[in-house]
């Protein structure tokens, strides 16, 4: 058989004393003797009894649960900033529960609805969409709302991200000065605020040095390995019209276009200049190695749950109104997947 | 302003009935009239309300979460794992809650604390480790737990594995029959369980095929890409003691032992064999493309859940005693990364 659950009778019989005496030690130390106290202690300590959590947590109105919406628990972008997200929790005596919405709204919604129902105490979300029930939160949000990864735009809610645009900005120019001129934008799905802005910032690099845009080197994928084949075999296939350099919106995008480059017989970096964005954890054992934009993803889900407990603390005044968003460094890893236009 | 969230009294204003009627249309609509339980419906629709989920779930005594217990979420070899429980629990109306244990005893203690508390219904555990207070739950726990992916000797609950040592077995034996006779165990960590298996499949074709076991041709990593680097460096760099092929347990390691390789001017596979394992979603696009043991990890996942579910159903009888574990059958995925034995 196995051991059988402690009661708060079985702790009431092992200290000697009554059921209203144990619960008065727990829930009002203060009114109960110093002895009192040792003797209950000294029976929870015998028996292994754990205090219902739920039904404390319901007297304090409160789940002890912070609700994490993801778009894609699959997608292994997502789990060192749920790392980053989980060790912050946790030492703040919360933990974590992971919402996998699969981009679907009505998923969004269901969830969002446990928020309010108090089955979660506050929320971050990662998936660059607010929750229909949530559309008309004020920044003060009650329960607290914090936005990761994915801005959105005219969203008030508290917020860290990466600068997108200067990311894409920094990358582009660093091809630019390495004597690249004709320079593809390997870029994700338009509907995505994650495109917009490095699009934009791709763009803001070519004008500030007199590059005309050509949108027939503008390829539009989905992140994924395959989008980044798709690319290279569309944009690298003729030799008269092939860029030397693609900025890719991802590290995956980019290691899809170098296995296309391979395929065509091209060298990377001696005939084309592939630059990645993440970093994904492959990136540096890659052949040849990636240069890309280095996403702090650990920093950015510590800077979440940061900014999420901090409106949790009781001791934190109100805060109203919106708050600028937080901003995570980004970097540029140059490896060799990128150097000189071989035309320059 | 946000909405006001809609509380029971404003259902009961919208029906125009009292509370308690309210109540009694939720909780025992039988006693209600058909017109009594289509008007409270209807305000309900109108006016969002939730019923507090937290506390119904007390009244059932059930909290509605099914805990996940991972030695690192930030490892993305489990996310696909995950999002296959994920789904399953979220058909089933459970939600699930991930703990990071960091391989950490004290933290796996504290999660099998709130499985007993109530604050969940059921468990995963992925790590590998009995959690100290389940130490002597039988097969029958209450409440249910469900083994995945590390087993855990001697431990009778329900357990959905791979088969570790047939699939080291069979990856061997692929590069036996191309005529290799040198060849080396790139293991993980001596104390884990995964290793165990696989190092016992793997001596296992040696020994089925006459080939003497080498101990100079084991080195113990601990699955990540520098672990294989190192043991490339270390196994490789000697032409005289040199294996021809390299049974990997991790795609990890065998993309490192690939780095290495190149660095020491062996071409793979023409020069050296490597085979790795898990087919990570890299493991097609590397170059050259890794032949490895595709571990369903989605299915795995799937399976856990319905295992789990399977005993939360009051309507299955109580199971007893010894269940054989659920092998998900996995896969020799053969690509460009090995090849016939040079001196073969």
């Not at 708060?8 to 004393?17: L, P």
């Not at 971050?124 to 801005?151: D, F, M, Q, Y």
Request: hydrophobic share 40%.
């Amino acid at each position: 058989m196995h051991e059988k659950i402690a009661t708060i009778e079985d702790v009431a019989r092992h200290a000697g004393v009554s059921i209203a005496t144990v619960s008065r030690a727990l829930h009002k130390p203060d009114v109960v003797s110093q002895t009192t106290r040792e003797k209950v202690q000294a029976a929870i300590a015998t028996t292994g009894y754990t205090a219902n959590v739920m039904a404390r947590n319901l007297r304090l109105n409160r789940s002890g649960m912070i609700l994490l919406l993801v778009p894609d628990i699959g997608n292994p972008f997502f789990s060192a900033i749920l790392s980053g997200i989980e060790q912050g929790a946790s030492k703040a005596g919360y933990n974590v529960l992971i919402g996998d919405t699969q981009n679907d709204p009505d998923r969004e919604a269901t969830y969002a609805a446990y928020l309010r129902s108090n089955q979660a105490d506050a929320m971050i979300l990662l998936n660059g969409r607010l929750p229909a029930p949530l559309a008309n939160s004020p920044a003060n949000a009650t329960p607290p709302v914090v936005i990761a990864c994915e801005r959105i735009p005219g969203c008030g809610l508290p917020t860290v991200i990466i600068d997108n645009e200067q990311a894409a900005f920094e990358a582009t120019t660093h091809l630019i000065n390495h004597g690249h001129r004709k320079i593809a934008n390997v870029a994700g799905p338009g509907n995505n605020i994650l495109t917009v802005d490095r699009t934009a910032g791709y763009r803001r690099a070519l004008s500030e040095h007199g590059i005309a845009i050509d949108p027939k080197l503008t390829f539009v994928g989905d992140y994924s390995i395959d989008a980044g084949i798709a690319a290279g075999r569309s944009l690298l296939a003729d030799a008269k019209t092939r860029p030397t350099g693609l900025f890719c919106a991802s590290d995956g995008m980019a290691i899809g276009v170098i296995v296309a480059a391979k395929e065509l017989g091209l060298r990377v970096p001696q005939d084309v200049s592939v630059f990645g964005f993440d970093d994904i954890h492959l990136a540096a054992a890659y052949d040849p190695p990636l240069t890309t934009v280095r996403q702090p993803r650990r920093r950015l889900g510590e800077q979440a749950i940061t900014l999420l407990l901090d409106r949790l603390d009781p001791k934190t005044p109100n805060k109203t109104g919106k708050t600028d968003p937080v901003i995570v460094p980004t970097e540029l890893i140059i490896r060799q997947s990128t150097g000189p236009c071989p035309q320059g």
